[in-house]
């Protein structure tokens, strides 16, 4: 069955950087768009960036974190640079399914706080 397994996250401060990982299995993960999504506490998803062709990115994100993929360990990463505290949530990968998502993983927490 389909699995995706993010790490990474953690305590950093502001201005720091981290860089998540998702890996991917029970499906061909070069065949498929990727996402990362994200879930700040009392707010709703709020979709980050999609790498298939190209990479994407929520205007809150451009210029900061970087998308990338390693089709040959399934794995999908995220590289978050000069974070700020608004960007503290739970982060998920996703993959996509037409214009939507098809299979979550369980996420994974980041707070920027000093």
């Known amino acids: 069955q389909v699995q995706l397994v993010e790490s990474g996250g953690g305590l950093v401060q502001p201005g720091g950087s981290l860089r998540l990982s998702c890996a991917a299995s029970?499906?061909?993960?070069?065949?498929?768009?990727m996402s990362w999504v994200r879930q700040a506490p009392g707010k709703g998803l709020e979709w980050v960036s999609d790498?298939?062709?190209?990479?994407y990115y929520a205007d809150s994100v451009k210029g900061r974190f970087t998308i990338s993929r390693d089709n040959a360990k399934n794995t999908l990463y995220l590289q978050m640079n000069s974070l700020k505290p608004e960007d503290a949530a739970v982060y998920y990968c996703?993959?996509?399914?037409?214009?939507?998502?098809?299979?979550w993983g369980q996420g994974t927490q980041v707070t920027v706080s000093s």
């Open positions: 029970g499906f061909t993960f070069s065949n498929y768009a």
């Open positions: 996703a993959n996509r399914i037409g214009d939507g998502f098809g299979s």
């Open positions: 790498i298939g062709g190209s990479a």
